[in-house]
Structure formats: structure tokens, C-alpha cells
């Protein structure tokens, strides 16, 4: 894995650049500085309707340094791949063809281009930064919001669990990759090997969001931290159809080693509302998440 100090030799230019419009302790930030990193100047990008159309900001004063793409919703795996294309027509072999989306524009609606993206072998790197609610238009709920969380449309607490996305592409035969900005060297990994390989990968970011979770923007890492401590959100990437723990959750296959999943919603106002019973169902439901990855070592 690359260490910190080799990272820090490693990286070129700051690419997602000063004078972007995110929230003080965007976990998206993290996640699109720190692959861009990995991925270098030679990336195309396309971002399907989101916070990311956003931030980056109006021309001339964009802060993306490299070919950038605002993209409708349900369109991101059909852009990049028609980008693909183009650049297979022109002969030009060196470019990344990268979208990045958020959880509403992956679990709900990008689904079906995904689908068909990584079905057909598209030569992209398709990554959701997942915050868990549509945040850009006032944190309505998604398919990726966890049981128990509030949004504007769930006053009262989310009733169902959230989406596997990963598993659901690790079953298309593809290269999936978890991911979390509480661990960089992990992430900055799994974009590398991404690059070098064919076809379509997918890599799903844990992104926390200050004001959609209701915490301090300056604990944004210590969340993300959580999230994998409490094994609520597990490290893996999966090639060849075989599933390989990283990070921090390779030391929690074993249920004794995990952090009770109660220290990490208390940490935040969206679960304020959760009950004795709904913590329990939440438990249950990270477990057998664990049960299921074994199915895939
Ligand atoms: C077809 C369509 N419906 C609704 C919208 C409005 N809209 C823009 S961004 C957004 C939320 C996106 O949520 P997500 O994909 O999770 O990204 P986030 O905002 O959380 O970064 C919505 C509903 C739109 N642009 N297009
Ligand atoms: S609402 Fe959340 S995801 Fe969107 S820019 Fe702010 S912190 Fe980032
Ligand atoms: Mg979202």
C-alpha cells in the first residue's frame, strides 16, 4: 500500500482546485481532490446533476484542471462511454474516462446506464461519492440513506436499508472497490489499479456531509473513520470475482473486533430520532453485511 511520505512525494498538482463552493468539512471534497491525485491531468470527467455541478463553480472560474462535463441525471455511464468512444475514434489511448456522481444520481437514477456501462465492457471508471441523501437540492432521502436517518422526506426516520450498490456491480463481473476519506492511502490505491485496468470499474466513496448528517464539519474524517470502525461500512475491493478485504476491515471479520454501531450514530443529529429497536435492526443489518462479503472472500 502507499504510505503517507510516499504519497506525499507521489502527488502532482492540486487538480480540483482553490475556490470550489463545498461546505466547510465536505467529505466530497476529500474524495475528488484525492483521486484526482491519483489519476492525474489526463482525465475526463462527467457529473451527473449534484452537489458536484455545482461547487465547481462558473466558467472562467471553474475549479476542476482538467476536461470537466455537467451531465443530466440519468446519463453518467452513457456520457463517459460516448466519450470513450470519441476518443477510440481520434486515436487518443492516454485518457481516463472518469464519472462522478452522487448516491441519488448512482443508486436511483444513473442505475440503468451504470447497468448497461459496465455490461458492455465500457473502458471507464464510474465512482459514486455516496453522502446518503440528494444534499444538493435539500437532503431528500435516497436509495443509499441508511435505515433509521432523517431527511426532509423521512421525518421520522428512513423504514428500509440501505442499497448494496457495490455488491449489486461486483455481480455484473466488473472491478469494485470500496472506499472511505478516512483512509486516503486506500483510496488513492484502488483509483491507481482502476487506471490500469480494462473495461468498466466501479469505486464507491463514503463521503460524509456536515450539514446533511448534522455534525461539526470538522469531524468529517472522525465520522468516516467510524462508519468503518463500527463496520458499517467495509473496505474491500473485488477482482475476478473474489472479494479482498483492505484497510481498517481487515482486522473486523471477526463480530468481537467491530465497534458497536450505537458510537457512530451517536455521533450525529440525523439519528437522533432512532430508538433501542431501530439500533438493534441496524446492528443486524451490519452483521449480516459481513456474513454476505464472506460469501465473496
Ligand atoms: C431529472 C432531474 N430530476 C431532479 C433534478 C434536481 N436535482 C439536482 S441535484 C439533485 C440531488 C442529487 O443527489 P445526489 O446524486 O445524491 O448528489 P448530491 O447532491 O448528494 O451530491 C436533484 C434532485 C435534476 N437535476 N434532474
Ligand atoms: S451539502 Fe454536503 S456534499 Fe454538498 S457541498 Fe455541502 S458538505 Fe459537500
Ligand atoms: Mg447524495
Given at each position: ?11 502532482g498538482d492540486e487538480l480540483f482546485c482553490a475556490g470550489n463552493s463545498t461546505c466547510a468539512g465536505c467529505g466530497l471534497e476529500l474524495a475528488i481532490r484525492w483521486a484526482m491525485k491519483a489519476l492525474g491531468p489526463r482525465t475526463a470527467m462527467v457529473a451527473p446533476a449534484s452537489c458536484l ?245
Amino acid at each position: 500500500m502507499t504510505g503517507i511520505k510516499q504519497l506525499r512525494e507521489e502527488c502532482g498538482d492540486e487538480l480540483f482546485c482553490a475556490g470550489n463552493s463545498t461546505c466547510a468539512g465536505c467529505g466530497l471534497e476529500l474524495a475528488i481532490r484525492w483521486a484526482m491525485k491519483a489519476l492525474g491531468p489526463r482525465t475526463a470527467m462527467v457529473a451527473p446533476a449534484s452537489c458536484l455541478n455545482v461547487v465547481v463553480g462558473l466558467w472562467p472560474k471553474t475549479a476542476p484542471a482538467f476536461p470537466f462535463i455537467n451531465m443530466a441525471f440519468a446519463a453518467g455511464g452513457a456520457a463517459a462511454t460516448g466519450i470513450r468512444a470519441a476518443y477510440d475514434a481520434k486515436g487518443i489511448k492516454d485518457m481516463n474516462v472518469v464519472v462522478f456522481a452522487g448516491d441519488g444520481g448512482t443508486t436511483d437514477i444513473g442505475i440503468q446506464a451504470l447497468s448497461g456501462a459496465a455490461e458492455r465492457g465500457s473502458n471507464i471508471i464510474y465512482v459514486c461519492y455516496d453522502n446518503e441523501a440528494y444534499m444538493n437540492t435539500g437532503r431528500q432521502r435516497s436509495s443509499s440513506t441508511p435505515y433509521g436517518a432523517t431527511t426532509t422526506t423521512t421525518p421520522t426516520g428512513k423504514r428500509q436499508h440501505k442499497k448494496n450498490l457495490p455488491l449489486i456491480m461486483a455481480s455484473h463481473g466488473i472491478y469494485v472497490a470500496t472506499a472511505s476519506v478516512s483512509d486516503i492511502p486506500d483510496l488513492y490505491d484502488k483509483f491507481k489499479k482502476a487506471a490500469s485496468l480494462p473495461g468498466c470499474k466501479y469505486i464507491h466513496i463514503m463521503a460524509p456531509c456536515p450539514p446533511g448528517w448534522r455534525y461539526d464539519a470538522s469531524k468529517t474524517v472522525e465520522i468516516a473513520d467510524l462508519i468503518v470502525r463500527t463496520g458499517t461500512w467495509i473496505l474491500y475491493e473485488i477482482e475476478n470475482g473474489k472479494l479482498r478485504l483492505t484497510g481498517k476491515s481487515r482486522n473486523l471479520l471477526e463480530k468481537a473486533k467491530r465497534m458497536p454501531i450505537v458510537n457512530y450514530l451517536t455521533e450525529q443529529g440525523r439519528f437522533n430520532q432512532v430508538s433501542e429497536e431501530d439500533i438493534q435492526i441496524l446492528q443486524d443489518w451490519v452483521d449480516r453485511n459481513w456474513e454476505e462479503v464472506k460469501h465473496w472472500m
